[in-house]
């Protein structure tokens, strides 16, 4: 049975990956010696730096990069193409990473244009990840799927609708994905975090203190924590279909 969760050799599909909770993803399963495809949006230095640090540290891993707009289903196909051309074969592992959160709280100061493009990176994208994915998991009846959704999906958080119902989306997605594909053997979860830091979404060093304030254990979380519970997901194949909230105690 150990083989169920053995991830050693495995390819994972990381978008978002230049910085942040994704970057730290990507060090935890390189350490695993999981092969990785990365995507980034416009950082090409910080992409750069990290695949390089990366391939020094574990030269037998194959790690590739792809400048993706996860906004385009066509950019998205491109990659995967690439992928396919780089690893010979689709991703055994999706962490659905990438994200974007303008923080308007208020509904009557939300665009219809800032609305469309929140659901269109945070669910819409993993939406088209996944069906680029789970032909390749079903085939070999193994598969991991991740989806970086949010406390503002459980409608908390400092963030405004449209952002909560961007990551709520991603929760019942999983849900149901999760019922889907269990026959397969491929497990979805979502990790749900709550301020964290180093990942841009609280705008200033100023506003740290006072935001920790807030939060029960007093300081904000980190990306390395954010990638603990990611690859505990990776690797603890009968754990499927949950939401997990890490959050310092914030309810």
Same mark, same amino acid.
């Given at each position: 049975?150990?083989?169920?969760?053995?991830?050693?050799?495995?390819?994972?599909?990381?978008?978002?990956?230049?910085?942040?909770i994704?970057a730290?993803?990507?060090?935890?399963?390189?350490?695993?010696?999981?092969h990785?495809a990365?995507?980034?949006s416009?950082?090409?230095?910080?992409?750069?730096?990290?695949?390089?640090?990366?391939?020094?540290?574990?030269?037998?891993?194959?790690?590739s990069?792809?400048?993706?707009?996860?906004?385009?289903?066509?950019?998205?196909?491109?990659m995967?193409?690439?992928?396919?051309?780089e &690893?010979?074969?689709?991703?055994?592992?999706?962490?659905?990473?990438?994200g974007?959160g303008?923080?308007?709280?208020?509904?009557?100061?939300?665009?219809l244009?800032?609305?469309?493009?929140?659901?269109?990176?945070?669910l819409?994208?993993?939406?088209?990840?996944v069906?680029?994915?789970?032909? &390749? #998991?079903?085939?070999?009846?193994?598969?991991?799927?991740?989806?970086?959704?949010?406390?503002?999906?459980?409608?908390?958080?400092?963030?405004?609708? &449209?952002?909560?119902?961007?990551?709520?989306g991603?929760?019942?997605?999983?849900?149901?994905?999760?019922?889907?594909?269990?026959?397969?053997?491929?497990?979805?979860?979502?990790?749900a975090?709550?301020?964290?830091?180093?990942?841009? #979404?609280?705008?200033?060093?100023?506003?740290?203190p006072?935001?920790?304030?807030?939060?029960?254990?007093?300081?904000?979380?980190?990306?390395?924590?954010?990638a603990?519970?990611?690859?505990?997901?990776?690797?603890?194949?009968?754990?499927?279909?949950?939401?997990?909230?890490?959050?310092?105690?914030?309810?």
């Amino acid at each position: 049975m150990a083989q169920l969760n053995e991830i050693r050799g495995r390819l994972a599909l990381i978008t978002g990956a230049s910085g942040g909770i994704g970057a730290a993803c990507a060090r935890q399963l390189a350490q695993r010696g999981v092969h990785l495809a990365l995507t980034y949006s416009s950082n090409l230095a910080a992409i750069t730096a990290l695949v390089d640090e990366l391939k020094s540290q574990y030269a037998s891993l194959r790690i590739s990069f792809h400048q993706v707009d996860v906004t385009s289903a066509q950019q998205i196909q491109d990659m995967f193409s690439q992928i396919d051309k780089e &690893h010979g074969h689709r991703p055994d592992i999706l962490v659905s990473n990438a994200g974007y959160g303008k923080r308007i709280p208020q509904v009557w100061d939300i665009s219809l244009e800032e609305f469309d493009y929140t659901i269109n990176v945070n669910l819409r994208a993993s939406f088209i990840l996944v069906k680029g994915v789970v032909e &390749h #998991m079903k085939a070999q009846r193994w598969g991991r799927i991740v989806f970086m959704s949010s406390i503002a999906g459980y409608g908390g958080g400092i963030n405004g609708c &449209h952002y909560a119902a961007s990551k709520g989306g991603m929760t019942g997605m999983m849900r149901n994905l999760s019922t889907r594909l269990a026959e397969y053997n491929v497990s979805v979860n979502d990790v749900a975090p709550a301020m964290i830091g180093d990942t841009g #979404m609280i705008p200033n060093a100023q506003a740290i203190p006072k935001v920790a304030a807030g939060i029960p254990l007093g300081r904000l979380g980190t990306p390395e924590e954010v990638a603990n519970v990611v690859s505990m997901l990776i690797t603890t194949g009968y754990m499927t279909g949950q939401s997990l909230l890490l959050a310092g105690g914030l309810k």
